[in-house]
């Protein structure tokens, strides 16, 4: 995932992963948003590029999310395209992740 | 250092001895001869002056006495006599007695002049003796050896002839102290008118001669005069002791040579206009080998002191050569014991050290090179054979992991046999590499069956640990009666507590009530299940789900109740099934799922599985398998089947 886009606007780290967040690509994005993380107390994740997510993708979200809850920052996920929201809604993602 | 005849060191020495040896006696040979050339040179040039002005007086002398006697002899008186006739006894003395008066008054005065006689054709000789006495031979009395009398004979008229010398001893028939050795004569012929031709010969010893270079005589210098025959007619100092050919021949010459009595010596000589007589001056060099010596021992101290100076030298030069040579050898010494860090050699003068040295640092750079080059290689290897041991080593642990996993999962079918109202089959095909898939299925109670199918993020050793704890704490959790959602829920929350490796599990968990065929599903993220109901086909069935577990703590689980009709089946499975893919990448999929098994939706559970193998099989073709391949099947029969 080396075209994610990273933006620090003040406090908001705005993310704009490119592309499919599998099981190979996922490692790489957690390293990446993990590094750009601190300093930001609120992560705004555009999913506009994003055609498919697998199970390790959503993990990262899962974990990265308990991580800020520990810090009191949050985490939001934008422009999901709807196949994307099918998935997050069949997994109870939304239970989790706060998805506008 | 060694001193060995096959060392360096003797193998030059010798060379130098032997040129050293040369250069002296070269040197000795030309500087000895050039010394001696050059005195002998002195030593003739005031000889030779001195002779020059010795023969250039002496000659002139000689020739003024001839002249003078000759004169005397030329004397009508003599001349008279010499033609006096025996006609009368008495006139005969009387002219005896004039005639010795005469000669007694006017010739035999002289010095030198030793007596004056007469020769006749016949030979018949008269004359005068130095006594005053006066004698007539017949001619067979004549002593003169022939061949003297014949040059005698032979003179022509009016010239002087030098016959001798000759023996007094042979000419007078006795000897006497009277009588001189050797005596010289002057002969000339004159006409007798009664007895024809006759010849006045002139006596004379070697006095007329010694006197004349009397004021020669210089103790080194000995003079010689020989006639034209080289018979020797006097000399002043010693004794000649050579051949007089030999030495009238070495006369002149410049050349040292060595007379009989094996003297140095070298001479002068001229030669008379007439009589050819010859006059040589012979000088004795007696301190000519001495000095020879002299100058020999001389110049072979000073050869003797250069050699010893060469051997200095030569040793000390051979000392720093050997140091700088052992030098390099001990270089290359430890580049042979493998040193090749050592520091740079001892500097050295010669050239073709310089080289080597060169070559050898060179020699030492390529060698460390390679040194390093193979170490390098070596390393590599050994982090080669390390990866490979280590690789080994994994894939055995995996192995054994796997087959822990695999063992950890019920495998005896049929698994309930005495059980007629259903049927199960279940199988893991793991991946090359352990996964985290598991099923498990277990009677909670006597009329409740549990079935699990799961799949564990990742892959590994880690993935099988948290596969095996997972599956333990669903079992736990079933076993203690919770209901599935509740059984998820605290699982959910034991995993998430200890998850340090940010690990997660789907699961998928129904529990059934045997004897009714309802029961509760609890789906957490996984894959959806494939239900078939009696006379139907199989399809997927889409509902929402729940998070999967061991991520998110507020996650909340809900039971999904379904019911089981006699004839209805039940597939469920991992994405190890739908995303296989093949050798072009393209996923098995759900569409493919669901028409493999609508093929035969009524078979047995066994069945159903082997079906979807087989079209996975099919499906991927040669490409590598990368995820576990778990399946189930369920299949309620309710009480449409007697056992």
Request: hydrophobic letters at 40%; one cysteine or more.
């Amino acid at each position: 995932m080396s075209n994610t886009v990273f933006e620090l606007n003040g406090k908001t780290l705005t993310v704009k992963p490119d592309g499919e967040l599998d099981s190979v690509t996922s490692p790489t994005f957690e390293k990446e948003l993990r590094e750009h993380l601190s300093g930001a107390d609120s992560i705004v994740v555009d999913f506009e590029k994003v055609n498919y997510i697998s199970s390790a993708g959503l993990r990262v979200f899962l974990a990265v999310e308990n991580t800020l809850e520990a810090h009191g920052a949050e985490m939001k996920l934008i422009h999901v395209n709807e196949h994307i929201l099918e998935i997050f809604d069949l997994v109870g993602f939304m239970d989790v992740v706060d998805v506008e | 250092m060694k001193h060995r005849l096959k060392s360096l060191r003797f193998r030059i020495l010798l060379p130098v001895i032997i040129l050293v040896l040369i250069i002296i006696t070269l040197l000795t040979t030309l500087f000895s001869r050039a010394y001696i050339k050059m005195i002998q040179q002195q030593e003739q040039e005031v000889n030779a002056v001195g002779f020059a002005t010795v023969s250039n007086s002496v000659l002139p002398l000689i020739n003024t006495s001839i002249a003078e006697v000759r004169s005397v002899m030329s004397d009508d008186r003599v001349a008279s006599y010499a033609r006096l006739r025996y006609s009368s006894m008495t006139e005969l003395v009387h002219a005896r007695i004039r005639c010795r008066d005469y000669l007694r008054s006017e010739i035999m005065s002289r010095d030198g002049i030793y007596g004056l006689l007469f020769m006749r054709k016949d030979g018949s000789q008269f004359g005068a003796l130095p006594n005053g006495n006066f004698f007539q031979d017949r001619p067979e009395e004549n002593p003169l050896p022939e061949d003297m009398k014949a040059k005698i004979l032979n003179a022509p008229l009016g010239e002087t002839v030098w016959v001798g010398p000759v023996s007094g001893a042979v000419l007078y028939g006795f000897e006497s102290s009277d009588i001189p050795q050797s005596i010289m004569i002057a002969a000339w012929k004159s006409v007798d008118v009664s007895y024809g031709e006759c010849y006045a010969l002139m006596l004379m010893d070697e006095s007329i001669f010694e006197g004349l270079f009397a004021s020669l005589q210089d103790g080194k210098s000995s003079w010689y005069l020989f006639t034209e025959d080289q018979a020797e007619i006097c000399h002043i100092g010693r004794d000649l002791s050579m051949d007089p050919g030999r030495l009238i021949s070495e006369s002149n010459s410049g050349n040292i040579f060595r007379d009989d009595d094996e003297l140095p010596a070298f001479a002068y000589s001229t030669t008379l206009d007439a009589p050819a007589w010859t006059l040589v001056r012979k000088v004795s060099m007696e301190g000519y080998d001495k000095m020879v010596r002299g100058v020999t021992h001389t110049i072979a101290i000073f050869g003797g002191l250069i050699l010893l100076i060469a051997l200095v030298v030569y040793e000390l030069w051979m000392r720093r050569f050997l140091r700088q040579f052992y030098s390099l050898l001990k270089g290359i010494a430890r580049m042979g014991e493998g040193d090749l860090e050592s520091a740079a050699f001892e500097p050295t003068s010669i050239d073709e050290f310089q080289t080597m040295q060169r070559e050898i640092n060179r020699t030492r750079a390529a060698l460390n090179d390679q040194m390093d080059t193979i170490r390098r290689m070596e390393r590599e290897r050994m982090e080669m054979e390390n990866k490979r041991k280590e690789q080994e080593r994994i894939e055995e642990e995996l192995k054994m992991a796997r087959e822990i996993q695999e063992s950890a999962l019920p495998q005896l079918f049929p698994a309930f046999p005495d059980r007629a109202k259903f049927d199960l089959f279940a199988s893991m095909t793991p991946a090359k590499e352990v996964g985290g898939d598991f099923y498990d299925f277990f009677q909670v109670d006597s009329d409740h069956l549990a079935l699990v199918i799961a799949d564990v993020s990742g892959k590994g050793i880690p993935a099988a640990l948290f596969m095996m704890t997972s599956k333990s704490l669903i079992n736990t959790q079933l076993m203690s009666g919770c209901d599935p959602a509740t059984a998820l829920e605290r699982v959910n929350l034991q995993l998430c507590e200890r998850n340090s490796s940010r690990m997660f599990v789907t699961v998928w968990l129904a529990v059934l009530e045997i004897s009714t065929g309802r029961g509760l599903a609890c789906n957490a993220g996984h894959v959806n299940p494939a239900i078939h109901r009696s006379g139907g086909r199989f399809a997927l069935e889409v509902y929402k789900h729940n998070i999967f577990l061991g991520v998110s703590k507020k996650a909340k689980y809900v039971n999904r109740p379904f019911e089981m009709k006699s004839g209805d089946s039940l597939f469920v499975y991992t994405d190890g099934v739908t995303e296989a893919r093949d050798t072009d990448k393209q996923m098995f999929g759900k569409e493919r799922l669901e028409s493999t098994l609508n093929i035969d939706p009524e078979a047995a559970p066994e069945t159903l599985i082997s079906q979807v193998k087989n079209a996975l099989t099919d499906f991927v073709g040669g490409a590598e398998q990368f995820d576990d391949i778990t399946m189930l099947a369920f299949r309620y029969y309710g009480d449409s089947r007697i056992r």
